[in-house]
C-alpha cells in the first residue's frame, strides 16, 4: 500500500516535472548531492516531533539500528557535520519513506520523491529565506498548477504568542503541532485538542486563538510590532523585526502577492527555528465565495539553524534555511489534467525511424542507423527483416516519431534519403553523406547478389 508502479507515459510525465524543478535549482546556482536512502536510526529519531511515529525503522541489520530516510533534510544536515562543511547551495531530488496512511487521490504515499533545495551558511538576515521563497514563486509559477498561496510565519514569533499567552515552555512543541492543523480542521477543534488532550487552559486556547486566526501582510507585521505584549518578548521581537525585513526583500522580488503572513501556519517538525513556509493551491469553488480554499500543500520549507549542530561531537552550528517540493501533489495534478485533456504524452524521445519500403533492405536500415546513432541521432527501426512500410509509418503515429528517413531502391541508385514529416506527409529529399553512398552502393551489391 501507498507505493505504485508508473508505466512509461507517467515516468516521461514525472521526467518533464522534475527536470522543470531541477532547471530552477539549477538557475540559483545549487550543486547536486546524493545520500543512502538507509540512515543510522539514531541519525533520525528526535527530529520530527509528533511525526516521528512515521519512521520506517528496521530490524538489527549487522549490528546496526538502521532506518529508511524520513525527509532529505536531516541527512542533509548529518552530511554537512561529517564532513565539516559550513557553506553549500546544494539540490537533492530522490525518494523518501513513510509509514503513513496513504491517500493515493492526494498524492500522498508512502514511498514518494522530494525535491529539495537548501542554503547552509552564515550571511546576513533573510536573504537566503527570501530566494527560498522566490524559487517557490518561481516553480509554482512556470508549472502553471493555478492559482497559489505562500504562507510565511516564523517559529520564534509562535513561541512568544505561546510565552505571553501563559503556555509552559515544556508544552511548546506540542502547542504548535496542534496549531499546524488549523488549515485542516476549525479553530473550535484545535481548541478541544488543546484543552482536552494537550492539557491547556480554555483561557490560554483562547487567547491563542486571538493571535493565530490572523494572516496579513507587512500591515499586520507593523500591527503586531506595537503589540503591548508581544513587542516585549524577545524571541517575538526578533522574529517580527526579521518578517519585516522578508517582506522589504519580496517587495524587490515582485512577489508579494503571493504571499501571507499567517500566524497559523506552524509546521509540526521539530527542527524549525525560525522563518516557515507552506505553499498551497487554491480553488475557487464559485464567484460568491470571498477567499479562495486552499486544495493543498504542495511545497513547504524553513529556516533550521540548530540541526547540523546535533550531529557535530563539538555542537558547531551551521545556520540552514531550505524548501522542498511536494512533487507527489503536483504530479496527481498534472496526471489528472493530461487525462482530462486527452494528451497524449511521448514516452520516447526518438527524432527519426529509418524505414524501407522494400523487400532485401535489412542491411541498409541497419547501417543507417548505426551512423545515425554514431552522429548523436535518436533513432529507431522495427526488429523485423521487411516490414511493410505502411506498419512503419503507422508505428511513428502510434510513438509520435516527428521523422521518418525512407531509404527505397530508387533512394540508393540516386543517392538520396526521403525524409518524411509524420504528421504533414511532407517529404523532402536529402543527398547521403560520400560515406553513405559508398556503404550503400556496396550493400546494394551484396543483397542483389544474395
Known amino acids: ?138 516553480i509554482l509559477s512556470d508549472l502553471q498548477l493555478g492559482d497559489f498561496l505562500i504562507k510565511v510565519n516564523d517559529r520564534r514569533i509562535l513561541n512568544g504568542v505561546f510565552a505571553v499567552c501563559g503556555i509552559p515552555e515544556s508544552k511548546f512543541i506540542t502547542t504548535c503541532s496542534t496549531v499546524d492543523k488549523l488549515d485542516k480542521m476549525p479553530w473550535e477543534e484545535v481548541r478541544s485538542e488543546m484543552v482536552g488532550e494537550k492539557g491547556l487552559s480554555p483561557e490560554a486556547a483562547d487567547h491563542i486563538g486571538e493571535y493565530v486566526q490572523l494572516h496579513g501582510g507587512l500591515d499586520l507585521i507593523e500591527r503586531l510590532l506595537q503589540d503591548p505584549k508581544l513587542s516585549q518578548n524577545k524571541l517575538a521581537k526578533e522574529g517580527l523585526g526579521d518578517m519585516k525585513l522578508l517582506f522589504e526583500y519580496l517587495t524587490l522580488f515582485g512577489i508579494t502577492g503571493k504571499i501571507s503572513f499567517d500566524l497559523s501556519l506552524a509546521r509540526g517538525l521539530d527542527y524549525y527555528t525560525g522563518v516557515i513556509f507552506e505553499a498551497v493551491l487554491l480553488q475557487q469553488e464559485n464567484d460568491h465565495v470571498e477567499e479562495p480554499v486552499s486544495v493543498g500543500s504542495v511545497a513547504g520549507g524553513g529556516r533550521y539553524d540548530g540541526l547540523v549542530g ?66 548523436g541521432i535518436k533513432a529507431e527501426m522495427l526488429y523485423k527483416k521487411d516490414p511493410k512500410l505502411l506498419k512503419q509509418l503507422q508505428y511513428c503515429e502510434d510513438m509520435g516519431i516527428p521523422l521518418a528517413a525512407i531509404v527505397g531502391e530508387q533512394e540508393l541508385t540516386d543517392g538520396v534519403v526521403k525524409l518524411r514529416d509524420v504528421a504533414t506527409r511532407e517529404e523532402v529529399r536529402m543527398p547521403f553523406y560520400t560515406r553513405f553512398q559508398k556503404c550503400f552502393q556496396n550493400l546494394e551489391i551484396t543483397e542483389s547478389s544474395g
Not at 503513513?100 to 536573504?127: H, K
Not at 557535530?312 to 551551521?318: A, N, S, T, Y
Open 1 to 138: 500500500q501507498g507505493t505504485r508502479d508508473h508505466p512509461p507515459a507517467h515516468a516521461a510525465l514525472r521526467d518533464r516535472l522534475l527536470a522543470a524543478v531541477v532547471a530552477c535549482f539549477k538557475r540559483h546556482g545549487a550543486a547536486a548531492i546524493d545520500t543512502p536512502v538507509l540512515e543510522l536510526r539514531e541519525t533520525l529519531t528526535g527530529k520530527y516531533g509528533e511525526d516521528a511515529k512515521l519512521i520506517y525503522e528496521l530490524q538489527d541489520q549487522g549490528g546496526e539500528l538502521l532506518a529508511l530516510r524520513y525527509d532529505l533534510t536531516v541527512p542533509f544536515a548529518r552530511y554537512l557535520a561529517m564532513n565539516k562543511i559550513t557553506n553549500m547551495k546544494r539540490y537533492h531530488v530522490a525518494k523518501v519513506y513513510r509509514r503513513d496512511n496513504p491517500a493515493t487521490t492526494r498524492g500522498r504515499y508512502r514511498e514518494f520523491y522530494q525535491c529539495d533545495f537548501d542554503i547552509a551558511g552564515q550571511f546576513d538576515p533573510m536573504i537566503p529565506d527570501a530566494e527560498c521563497l522566490k524559487i517557490v514563486h518561481e
Open 310 to 375: 546535533m550531529f557535530d561531537p563539538k555542537g558547531r552550528k551551521v545556520p540552514c534555511v531550505g524548501v522542498s517540493i511536494g512533487i507527489e501533489r503536483i504530479f496527481s495534478i498534472l496526471e489528472q489534467r493530461v487525462k482530462a485533456s486527452g494528451e497524449k504524452v511521448r514516452t520516447t524521445e526518438t527524432q527519426v525511424l529509418v524505414a524501407t519500403p522494400h523487400k532485401h533492405l535489412l542491411a541498409v536500415r541497419l547501417k543507417l542507423i548505426s551512423e545515425l546513432w554514431d552522429a
